[in-house]
């Protein structure tokens, strides 16, 4: 069974930056793509980034597009999610995601099969 654990979340200031990790353990990690979505209370889960199973292809949602980036090192079965100049608008719970390889890379919540329990994001004005 695939299992997702996030870290690197926290508290950071307007402008900071953070990366986030996530780590799949259970199955082949390049037998993934990978991706993060993140939600607000009271409010549907939101695509952010995505990347295939070997790294050539990515995707960002256009509001994190120039101040976000995510990276894959399948030595290490971990994902990353390096967030730059963080707004208050970014405050929320990200979530770690995996789908098989087997399907296209999507920006779309129902197509991902494992979801990790999420890390909290607090950006302070």
């Known amino acids: 069974q695939v299992q997702l654990v996030e870290s690197g979340g926290g508290l950071v200031q307007a402008g900071g930056s953070l990366r986030l990790s996530c780590v799949l353990s259970?199955?082949?990690?390049?037998?993934?793509?990978m991706g993060w979505f993140r939600q607000v209370p009271g409010k549907e889960r939101e695509f952010v980034a995505a990347?295939?199973?070997?790294?050539?292809?990515?995707y960002s949602a256009d509001s994190v597009k120039d101040r976000f980036s995510i990276s894959r090192d399948n030595a290490k079965s971990t994902v990353y999610l390096q967030m730059n100049s963080l707004k208050p608008e970014d405050t929320a719970v990200y979530f770690c995601?995996?789908?098989?390889?087997?399907?296209?890379?999507?920006?779309?919540?129902?197509?991902?099969?494992?979801w990790g329990q999420g890390t909290q994001v607090t950006v302070s004005s």
């Open positions: 995601v995996a789908t098989t390889r087997q399907t296209t890379l999507t920006t779309l919540t129902f197509r991902y099969d494992y």
């Open positions: 259970g199955r082949t990690f390049s037998n993934y793509h």
């Open positions: 990347i295939s199973w070997g790294g050539g292809t990515t």
